[in-house]
Protein backbone atom coordinates (compact mmCIF):
# COMPACT_ATOMS: atom_id res chain seq x y z
CA UNK A 1 0.00 0.00 0.00
CA UNK A 2 1.49 3.33 -1.40
CA UNK A 3 2.11 5.99 2.16
CA UNK A 4 2.89 9.48 1.41
CA UNK A 5 4.27 11.47 3.66
CA UNK A 6 5.11 15.75 3.22
CA UNK A 7 7.85 17.51 5.40
CA UNK A 8 7.32 19.95 7.13
CA UNK A 9 3.60 20.16 8.20
CA UNK A 10 4.06 23.77 8.22
CA UNK A 11 6.74 26.43 6.98
CA UNK A 12 7.00 30.18 7.55
CA UNK A 13 9.45 31.94 5.71
CA UNK A 14 9.86 35.87 4.46
CA UNK A 15 9.58 37.29 1.03
CA UNK A 16 12.01 36.62 -1.31
CA UNK A 17 13.56 33.37 0.13
CA UNK A 18 13.83 30.13 -1.86
CA UNK A 19 12.42 27.10 0.30
CA UNK A 20 12.16 23.55 -0.84
CA UNK A 21 8.93 21.06 0.46
CA UNK A 22 9.81 17.79 0.85
CA UNK A 23 7.27 14.40 -0.07
CA UNK A 24 8.28 10.96 0.50
CA UNK A 25 6.57 7.73 -0.58
CA UNK A 26 6.96 3.73 0.34
CA UNK A 27 6.14 2.24 -3.35
CA UNK A 28 8.46 2.75 -5.98
CA UNK A 29 6.27 1.43 -8.50
CA UNK A 30 4.72 4.96 -9.00
CA UNK A 31 3.34 6.47 -12.42
CA UNK A 32 3.49 9.73 -11.50
CA UNK A 33 3.57 12.31 -8.67
CA UNK A 34 1.33 15.40 -8.99
CA UNK A 35 1.92 18.56 -6.46
CA UNK A 36 -1.15 20.80 -5.80
CA UNK A 37 -1.74 24.18 -3.78
CA UNK A 38 -5.24 24.60 -2.04
CA UNK A 39 -5.79 27.99 -0.53
CA UNK A 40 -8.25 27.80 2.39
CA UNK A 41 -11.92 26.95 1.63
CA UNK A 42 -10.77 26.41 -1.59
CA UNK A 43 -10.52 22.99 -4.49
CA UNK A 44 -6.82 21.91 -5.60
CA UNK A 45 -5.02 22.95 -8.20
CA UNK A 46 -2.73 21.49 -9.84
CA UNK A 47 0.95 22.41 -9.87
CA UNK A 48 3.00 20.52 -12.00
CA UNK A 49 2.92 16.63 -12.79
CA UNK A 50 6.14 14.34 -12.91
CA UNK A 51 5.83 10.95 -14.65
CA UNK A 52 8.21 8.12 -13.58
CA UNK A 53 10.21 8.04 -16.16
CA UNK A 54 10.89 11.78 -15.76
CA UNK A 55 13.30 13.64 -12.82
CA UNK A 56 11.60 16.92 -12.86
CA UNK A 57 9.40 19.66 -13.91
CA UNK A 58 8.96 22.79 -13.98
CA UNK A 59 6.63 26.16 -14.45
CA UNK A 60 7.66 29.82 -13.57
CA UNK A 61 9.33 30.13 -10.27
CA UNK A 62 8.17 26.25 -9.60
CA UNK A 63 10.56 23.51 -9.97
CA UNK A 64 9.91 19.57 -9.16
CA UNK A 65 11.88 16.71 -8.80
CA UNK A 66 10.98 13.19 -8.56
CA UNK A 67 13.49 10.06 -7.01
CA UNK A 68 12.09 7.05 -7.79
CA UNK A 69 14.50 5.31 -6.02
CA UNK A 70 14.60 7.15 -2.89
CA UNK A 71 11.31 7.42 -2.60
CA UNK A 72 11.12 11.37 -2.73
CA UNK A 73 9.73 14.28 -4.29
CA UNK A 74 10.58 18.06 -3.64
CA UNK A 75 8.38 21.28 -4.61
CA UNK A 76 11.20 24.01 -5.13
CA UNK A 77 9.79 27.56 -4.93
CA UNK A 78 11.80 30.71 -6.05
CA UNK A 79 11.74 34.04 -4.54
CA UNK A 80 8.74 33.26 -2.58
CA UNK A 81 5.95 36.13 -2.75
CA UNK A 82 2.80 36.44 0.04
CA UNK A 83 0.82 35.28 -2.74
CA UNK A 84 2.58 31.61 -2.97
CA UNK A 85 1.19 31.16 1.32
CA UNK A 86 -1.36 28.10 0.64
CA UNK A 87 -1.53 24.39 1.45
CA UNK A 88 1.05 22.35 -0.91
CA UNK A 89 -0.06 18.52 -1.27
CA UNK A 90 1.75 15.62 -2.85
CA UNK A 91 0.02 12.51 -4.50
CA UNK A 92 1.30 9.82 -6.47
CA UNK A 93 -0.54 7.46 -8.41
CA UNK A 94 0.81 3.49 -8.08
CA UNK A 95 1.98 1.43 -10.62
CA UNK A 96 -0.83 -1.38 -10.06
CA UNK A 97 -3.19 1.38 -9.06
CA UNK A 98 -3.47 4.30 -11.84
CA UNK A 99 -6.67 6.02 -11.21
CA UNK A 100 -6.36 6.17 -7.34
CA UNK A 101 -4.22 9.34 -5.70
CA UNK A 102 -2.65 8.78 -2.21
CA UNK A 103 -2.10 12.03 -0.55
CA UNK A 104 0.39 13.08 1.86
CA UNK A 105 -1.06 15.44 5.02
CA UNK A 106 -0.14 18.36 2.88
CA UNK A 107 2.57 21.39 4.06
CA UNK A 108 0.97 24.43 5.23
CA UNK A 109 3.48 27.53 3.87
CA UNK A 110 3.06 31.28 5.11
CA UNK A 111 5.12 33.82 3.21
CA UNK A 112 5.31 37.06 5.30
CA UNK A 113 6.39 40.57 3.57
CA UNK B 1 -14.55 23.80 -20.99
CA UNK B 2 -15.71 23.71 -17.61
CA UNK B 3 -13.86 20.64 -16.07
CA UNK B 4 -14.87 19.22 -13.25
CA UNK B 5 -18.01 20.00 -11.83
CA UNK B 6 -19.20 19.72 -8.10
CA UNK B 7 -23.13 20.24 -6.92
CA UNK B 8 -23.49 21.56 -4.37
CA UNK B 9 -20.88 23.59 -2.86
CA UNK B 10 -22.82 22.97 0.67
CA UNK B 11 -24.96 21.05 2.34
CA UNK B 12 -26.58 20.92 6.41
CA UNK B 13 -28.28 17.45 6.47
CA UNK B 14 -29.76 15.92 10.05
CA UNK B 15 -28.75 12.29 11.21
CA UNK B 16 -30.30 9.86 8.94
CA UNK B 17 -31.21 11.71 6.04
CA UNK B 18 -29.67 10.73 2.39
CA UNK B 19 -28.06 12.64 -0.42
CA UNK B 20 -26.46 12.47 -3.63
CA UNK B 21 -23.32 14.62 -4.36
CA UNK B 22 -23.09 15.40 -8.17
CA UNK B 23 -20.01 15.14 -9.84
CA UNK B 24 -19.57 15.86 -14.04
CA UNK B 25 -16.60 16.34 -16.47
CA UNK B 26 -16.67 17.16 -19.82
CA UNK B 27 -12.90 15.79 -20.59
CA UNK B 28 -13.88 12.86 -21.70
CA UNK B 29 -11.74 11.04 -18.77
CA UNK B 30 -12.38 7.17 -18.11
CA UNK B 31 -11.08 7.61 -14.68
CA UNK B 32 -13.12 9.18 -11.66
CA UNK B 33 -13.07 9.28 -8.15
CA UNK B 34 -14.07 10.97 -4.90
CA UNK B 35 -12.10 12.05 -1.64
CA UNK B 36 -12.85 13.54 1.66
CA UNK B 37 -10.83 15.63 3.00
CA UNK B 38 -10.51 15.73 7.02
CA UNK B 39 -8.57 18.17 9.04
CA UNK B 40 -5.35 15.88 10.22
CA UNK B 41 -6.48 13.27 7.66
CA UNK B 42 -5.41 14.26 4.26
CA UNK B 43 -7.72 13.66 1.22
CA UNK B 44 -8.72 9.69 1.44
CA UNK B 45 -10.05 7.76 -1.50
CA UNK B 46 -13.64 7.01 -0.99
CA UNK B 47 -14.98 5.22 -4.20
CA UNK B 48 -13.41 5.21 -7.85
CA UNK B 49 -14.51 4.65 -11.35
CA UNK B 50 -12.39 3.55 -13.81
CA UNK B 51 -14.78 3.86 -17.09
CA UNK B 52 -18.17 4.01 -17.27
CA UNK B 53 -20.23 1.08 -15.32
CA UNK B 54 -17.03 0.07 -13.23
CA UNK B 55 -16.38 1.44 -9.96
CA UNK B 56 -14.39 -0.14 -6.75
CA UNK B 57 -14.09 0.47 -2.98
CA UNK B 58 -11.34 2.98 -1.92
CA UNK B 59 -9.77 3.59 1.33
CA UNK B 60 -12.86 4.55 3.52
CA UNK B 61 -15.99 3.72 1.54
CA UNK B 62 -18.89 2.90 4.00
CA UNK B 63 -21.86 4.84 4.26
CA UNK B 64 -21.23 5.91 0.54
CA UNK B 65 -22.36 4.28 -2.98
CA UNK B 66 -21.36 5.22 -6.07
CA UNK B 67 -22.57 4.45 -10.22
CA UNK B 68 -20.74 5.03 -12.73
CA UNK B 69 -23.55 4.96 -16.13
CA UNK B 70 -21.93 7.17 -18.13
CA UNK B 71 -17.96 8.64 -18.75
CA UNK B 72 -19.69 12.22 -17.76
CA UNK B 73 -21.04 11.26 -14.39
CA UNK B 74 -19.88 9.97 -10.79
CA UNK B 75 -22.66 10.68 -8.27
CA UNK B 76 -21.74 9.96 -4.75
CA UNK B 77 -24.90 8.75 -2.46
CA UNK B 78 -24.62 8.89 1.21
CA UNK B 79 -27.48 6.27 2.43
CA UNK B 80 -27.98 7.20 5.73
CA UNK B 81 -25.70 10.64 6.74
CA UNK B 82 -23.67 10.66 10.31
CA UNK B 83 -22.13 13.23 11.66
CA UNK B 84 -18.60 11.43 11.24
CA UNK B 85 -19.44 12.09 7.21
CA UNK B 86 -19.25 15.76 7.89
CA UNK B 87 -16.10 16.77 5.92
CA UNK B 88 -15.07 18.34 2.62
CA UNK B 89 -15.69 16.24 -0.34
CA UNK B 90 -13.84 16.41 -3.79
CA UNK B 91 -14.71 14.61 -7.01
CA UNK B 92 -11.59 14.63 -9.34
CA UNK B 93 -11.09 13.03 -12.61
CA UNK B 94 -7.92 11.31 -14.64
CA UNK B 95 -6.72 11.96 -17.49
CA UNK B 96 -5.15 8.73 -19.66
CA UNK B 97 -1.62 9.26 -20.27
CA UNK B 98 -0.14 11.81 -18.47
CA UNK B 99 -2.52 11.00 -16.03
CA UNK B 100 -3.09 14.20 -14.52
CA UNK B 101 -5.98 14.42 -12.22
CA UNK B 102 -8.23 17.55 -12.09
CA UNK B 103 -10.39 18.35 -9.16
CA UNK B 104 -13.76 20.29 -8.58
CA UNK B 105 -14.38 23.02 -6.19
CA UNK B 106 -15.28 20.77 -3.26
CA UNK B 107 -18.52 20.10 -1.31
CA UNK B 108 -18.54 21.05 2.51
CA UNK B 109 -21.23 18.79 4.28
CA UNK B 110 -22.14 18.88 7.42
CA UNK B 111 -24.35 16.33 9.43
CA UNK B 112 -26.23 17.63 12.60
Known amino acids: KQEVTQIPAALSVPEGENLVLNCSFT??????LQWFRQDPGKGLTSLLL?????REQTSGRLNASLDKSSGRSTLYIAASQPGDSATYLC????????????FGQGTILTVHP | NAGVTQTPKFQVLKTGQSMTLQCAQD?????MSWYRQDPGMGLRLIHY???????DQGEVPNGYNVSRSTTEDFPLRLLSAAPSQTSVYFC???????????FGQGTRLTVV
Open chain 1, 91 to 102: AGSGGTSYGKLT
Open chain 2, 27 to 31: MNHEY
Open chain 2, 92 to 102: ASLGQGLGEAF
Open chain 1, 27 to 32: DSAIYN
Open chain 2, 49 to 55: SVGAGIT
Open chain 1, 50 to 54: IQSSQ
